[in-house]
T-cell receptor
Framework: GQSLEQPSEVTAVEGAIVQINCTYQ??????LSWYQQHDGGAPTFLSY????GLEETGRFSSFLSRSDSYGYLLLQELQMKDSASYFC?????????????FGAGTILRVKS | DVKVTQSSRYLVKRTGEKVFLECVQD?????MFWYRQDPGLGLRLIYF???????EKGDIPEGYSVSREKKERFSLILESASTNQTSMYLC??????????????FGSGTRLTVV
């Protein structure tokens, strides 16, 4: 099956850089995704890495190392609005379709 | 703006009641999902549908069933609600052509309390 591990909480100050790590175990691999969820809100898709390396989208970047079964989400120039939960996810190989298995989530607290 | 709409934001039901959670998407997506979210457990898949009338069990299907009679609508049914089904329920959709690049679109969730 698939399993993902990520830290439960991370705290950082406004303007800083923070990295949220994710390690995964999966029998087959089709990419690592990241989602953001503000308190009480819907998860929203942030990024997807299918190949090794860094993908940048504005202040957010996501990295993947398939040989290490590891990825991270990098948030730069942190803002208070970045306080949220962040989930990594991999595709579930069982059955049909592009089902995702999610990690338990990392709560990011940004302090002023 | 593309949307996944869940019919209720908050629900309170009694133990033993049959509960219907409704989800509608306007993106013509083939795939629809019901997840349950609990603190410290992340999102766990209850059921998945990849086409009208087609469904597949997820990791925690016990006590739930689903219905997909139309492409845009996916319903989650709690046959006999129990207190351990108190949770946040999230509906999502995605295109069958998407291999991950565009991700899921989630609804805002239904917070169900069973008393």
């Amino acid at each position: 099956g698939q399993s993902l591990e990520q830290p439960s909480e991370v705290t950082a100050v406004e303007g800083a850089i923070v990295q949220i790590n994710c390690t995964y175990q999966t029998s087959g691999f089709y990419g690592l995704s990241w989602y953001q969820q503000h308190d009480g809100g819907a998860p929203t898709f942030l990024s997807y890495n299918a190949l090794d390396g860094l993908e940048e989208t504005g202040r957010f970047s996501s990295f993947l190392s398939r040989s290490d079964s590891y990825g991270y989400l990098l948030l730069q120039e942190l803002q208070m609005k970045d306080s949220a939960s962040y989930f990594c996810a991999v595709r579930d190989q069982r059955g049909y379709g592009n089902k995702l298995v999610f990690g338990a989530g990392t709560i990011l607290r940004v302090k002023s | 703006d593309v949307k996944v709409t869940q019919s209720s934001r908050y629900l309170v039901k009694r133990t033993g009641e049959k509960v219907f959670l409704e989800c509608v998407q306007d993106m013509d997506h083939e795939n629809m999902f019901w997840y349950r979210q609990d603190p410290g457990l992340g999102l766990r898949l209850i059921y998945f549908s990849y086409d009208v009338k087609m469904k597949e069990k997820g990791d925690i299907p016990e006590g739930y069933s689903v219905s997909r009679e139309k492409k845009e609508r996916f319903s989650l049914i709690l046959e006999s609600a129990s207190t351990n089904q108190t949770s946040m329920y999230l509906c999502a959709s995605s295109s069958s052509q998407d291999r991950g690049r565009y991700g899921y679109t989630f609804g805002s969730g239904t917070r169900l309390t069973v008393v």
